[in-house]
Every structure is written in structure tokens, then in C-alpha cells.
């Protein structure tokens, strides 16, 4: 069994940061990507930013590049989301997410284990 477990949302004002942290436990699974994807209300879940386990190589959706950086510590094993100049926009809950097989890392279905989400409100 694996558990991914996000921490660190919260409320922030427009142009605030936070930082999303995901904690892996349980069986080791080959990671190739770790993902965090975001879900608002009345839409579907969306991708954010992915990272590639072993080479680090980086991908992000338009809307967050250049606000948001993903980032990865192999001996904790954790994946963290800095968010920077946030937007009301950015509401949602955000999803930590791994897979192992290479699959394409801007979809849902590409990933095997999700968290439970962590809600990430920014007021105007």
C-alpha cells in the first residue's frame, strides 16, 4: 500500500506564497513522475506541475510557470510545490500524485496513487 499525504495549504492573499509538501510511505514503487494536479470547484481535476523522479526534469502548465516551482528530496521522500504571486485563480484542492510506468505526465489517468487533497484558497 502507498500513501501520498499533502500538507500546507491554507488561505493567502492575492500575490501571497504558500508551499505544498507530499510525503510518500508505504511500499516503494518505481516513481517515473510525481505530479500535483488542482481541482475547483464545479471543474475538472487539472495538471499543475510534474517532476521526474530520477532525472528531475521539470514540466509545468501555462498558467503556473514562472509562479510556481516544483522540487523533489529523494531521501525524504517528498515532493514540494513553492507557490509564488498567487491568484484567486489558484483556488483549489491540490493533489499530490505518482505513477510508475512513464506514462504521459499531464494526465490523470497516467497516475496510480493519489492524496487525499489539501485546500488552497486565494482571496482578492
Known amino acids: 500500500q502507498v500513501a501520498l499525504v499533502e500538507s500546507g495549504g491554507g488561505l493567502v492573499q492575492a500575490g501571497g506564497s504558500l508551499r505544498l509538501s507530499c510525503a510518500a510511505s508505504?511500499?516503494?514503487?518505481?516513481?517515473?513522475?510525481m505530479g500535483w494536479f488542482r481541482q475547483a470547484p464545479g471543474k475538472e481535476r487539472e495538471f499543475v506541475a510534474a517532476?521526474?523522479?530520477?532525472?528531475?526534469?521539470?514540466y509545468y502548465a501555462d498558467s503556473v510557470k514562472g509562479r510556481f516551482t516544483i522540487s523533489r528530496d529523494a531521501a525524504k521522500n517528498t515532493v514540494d510545490l513553492q507557490m509564488n504571486s498567487l491568484k484567486p485563480e489558484d483556488t483549489a484542492v491540490y493533489y499530490c500524485?505518482?505513477?510508475?510506468?512513464?506514462?504521459?505526465?499531464?494526465?490523470?489517468?497516467?497516475?496510480?496513487?493519489w492524496g487525499q487533497g489539501t485546500q488552497v484558497t486565494v482571496s482578492s
Open positions: 517532476i521526474s523522479w530520477i532525472a528531475g526534469s521539470r
Open positions: 508505504g511500499r516503494t514503487f518505481s516513481r517515473y513522475y
Open positions: 500524485a505518482g505513477q510508475g510506468d512513464g506514462g504521459v505526465y499531464f494526465r490523470t489517468s497516467s497516475y496510480d496513487y
